[in-house]
T-cell receptor, first 117, second 115 residues
Framework: AQKITQTQPGMFVQEKEAVTLDCTYD???????LFWYKQPSSGEMIFLIY??????QNATEGRYSLNFQKARKSANLVISASQLGDSAMYFC??????????????FGGGTRLMVKP | EAGVAQSPRYKIIEKRQSVAFWCNPI?????LYWYQQILGQGPKLLIQ????????DSQLPKDRFSAERLKGVDSTLKIQPAKLEDSAVYLC?????????????FGQGTRLTVV
């Protein structure tokens, strides 16, 4: 079964508008961490934001915020004031906290975001 | 701080040939990962090391893929023999620890084309 599901293969957004990228996850653990990464066409993976399962506040990092709904097992990324440079693939990832020796970091299938001028 | 270094950046080989990729993680990072990313898909974890021990290699095709992490620092990933479906970008990443809240830092990747 998929641990991380990103249901939007591609999204368009107008420059300067906000956009939400969806991510749902599947885990039976109480302790886990959720991450979002950006992958531009150049290929490198860039860490954007982190949300812990016990964090009561939604994480924010500049123009990025994470809409964390624990009961629904969703961790949507919100990008405010989109810029042309935001055009990239976006991946949601999760670490489950079941193993102190090193918890695996697993990724979803990604969403391609295209920002229109 | 130097990032994760990978080499080579690109490699083209014929099927049934062998190939090796090298990764140097960020200094002091205990956890090292190898991912396979097929075009248009998310990264798939092949193997995860904690220092020089293997944490998980359940998705590593062990009949043809092997990986080692010498002295808990550098790592090599080998494919022998390569198949057409191995064409992908191979990403190496490292993190300070493998704990829940630790982000991973990625290298530029090695793009492998098997013809």
């Amino acid at each position: 079964a998929q641990k991380i599901t990103q249901t939007q293969p591609g999204m368009f957004v107008q420059e300067k508008e906000a956009v939400t990228l969806d991510c749902t996850y599947d885990t039976s653990d109480q302790s886990y961490g959720l991450f979002w990464y950006k992958q531009p066409s150049s290929g490198e993976m860039i860490f954007l934001i982190y949300q812990g399962s016990y964090d009561e506040q939604n994480a924010t990092e500049g123009r990025y915020s994470l809409n964390f709904q624990k009961a629904r097992k969703s961790a949507n990324l919100v990008i405010s004031a989109s810029q042309l440079g935001d055009s990239a693939m976006y991946f949601c990832a999760m670490r489950e906290g079941y193993n102190n020796a090193g918890n695996m970091l697993t990724f979803g299938g990604g969403t391609r975001l295209m920002v229109k001028p | 701080e130097a990032g994760v270094a990978q080499s080579p950046r690109y490699k083209i080989i014929e099927k049934r040939q062998s190939v090796a990729f090298w990764c140097n993680p960020i200094s002091g990072h205990a956890t090292l990962y190898w991912y396979q990313q097929i075009l248009g898909q998310g990264p798939k974890l092949l193997i995860q090391f904690q220092n020089n021990g293997v944490v998980d290699d359940s998705q590593l095709p062990k009949d043809r893929f092997s990986a080692e992490r010498l002295k808990g620092v550098d790592s090599t990933l080998k494919i022998q023999p390569a198949k057409l479906e191995d064409s992908a970008v191979y990403l190496c990443a490292s993190s300070l620890r493998g704990t829940m809240n630790t982000e991973a830092f990625f290298g530029q990747g090695t793009r492998l084309t098997v013809v």
